[in-house]
């Protein structure tokens, strides 16, 4: 049984600059949540993604964005970067059975996102 | 609003010495809680939830935590602490049907003296 992967684990881009993160779910999840975790904080829920659509979103601006894949995998997408994007990303996987209920979130190790 | 609070920034503890690490909620429905640990550079792993039942949750690595409703507290507590245990720890809040919507405290950083 594979884990939750992501990918890449660091990157540096500059200001105004788009970026796309990746993360394969654990085997046998059919759901993957995004957090972003600051310097010193605590992980913040972005969004989650279940059967290939948007699920539930936290306070973040339109220019987060992702996709879920057939095979359950996803993508956070970050258009026109920011200073204060610089974060650990952190991908959850988890299993929905359909009824509305999310199961425990396995996390990957996240990708560390430093914007200039 | 919901929340998570944890008092304690940093704790040092000595190797062999108990441990508790306080977690305060606020949540406008049934919680579900959460105690991860995060490694530096690591991602978050599960040591221990609450979803209902027995107030006294055990985890992994010897964890365990007390639900305590009229205190909207979930402490997290060790006997006796490990060189292996000094980590980041975070209390997290969800509820049925959050969609994954965890709540994080801004978590407690345990270091342990030899």
Known sequence: ?116 | AQSVTQPDIHITVSEGASLELRCNYSYGATPYLFWYVQSPGQGLQLLLKYFSGDTLVQGIKGFEAEFKRSQSSFNLRKPSVHWSDAAEYFCAVGGRGSQGNLIFGKGTKLSVKP
């Not at chain 1, 993604?49 to 220019?63: C, H, L, S, T, V």
């Open chain 1, 1 to 116: 049984e594979t884990g939750v992967t992501q990918s890449p684990t660091h990157l540096i881009k500059t200001r105004g600059q788009q970026v796309t993160l990746r993360c394969s779910s654990q085997s046998g999840h059919n759901t993957v949540s995004w957090y972003q975790q600051a310097l010193g904080q605590g992980p913040q829920f972005i969004f989650q993604y279940y059967r290939e659509e948007e699920n539930g979103r936290g306070n973040f601006p339109p220019r987060f964005s992702g996709l879920q894949f057939p095979n359950y995998s996803s993508e956070l997408n970050v258009n026109a970067l920011e200073l204060d994007d610089s974060a650990l990303y952190l991908c959850a996987s988890s299993y929905n059975p359909g009824t509305g209920v999310t199961g425990e979130l396995f996390f990957g190790e996240g990708s560390r996102l430093t914007v200039l």
